[in-house]
């Protein structure tokens, strides 16, 4: 992942002590579009809802193609409808928390 996250993004996201970044439900499609501009394939990602810092219950994960755009795609559809995956223990935007696996594309 791209060590410099740029300064609207700089407070988008909790990072876990390995390093792994959880997005803010608020700012995930945004932080997406950044990974993909960086030149990383998003090859799925988790949600999960948020309870305090460091503290979060997973929800639900997706899997996406390896192609490009098709990830970008499917992490943007993950992003804008979670209730699809989630179901009615979706939370509102400001408590989920998005994670993005990716890959150097």
């Known amino acids: 992942m791209a060590d410099d996250v740029p300064g609207p993004l700089s407070d988008a996201y909790d990072q876990a002590a390995n390093g792994e ?4 439900g ?9 990974l993909a ?9 988790e949600i999960y809802e948020r309870y305090s810092v460091g503290w979060a219950t997973y929800l639900a994960s997706w899997d996406a193609d390896e192609d490009d755009e098709a990830g970008l795609r499917t992490a943007l559809e993950a992003i804008r409808r979670p209730a699809v995956l989630v179901g009615d223990a979706c939370g509102p ?8 696996a990716t ?3």
């Not at 970044?21 to 803010?24: A, H, K, M, Q, T």
């Not at 608020?26 to 950044?34: F, V």
């Not at 935007?93 to 993005?100: A, E, N, S, T």
């Open 21 to 24: 970044r959880f997005w803010r």
């Open 26 to 34: 608020d700012r995930a499609e945004e932080a997406a579009r950044w």
């Open 37 to 45: 501009g960086q030149g990383l394939a998003i090859l799925g990602g």
């Open 93 to 100: 935007p400001d408590q989920l928390r998005f994670f993005f």
């Open 103 to 105: 890959l150097p594309a």
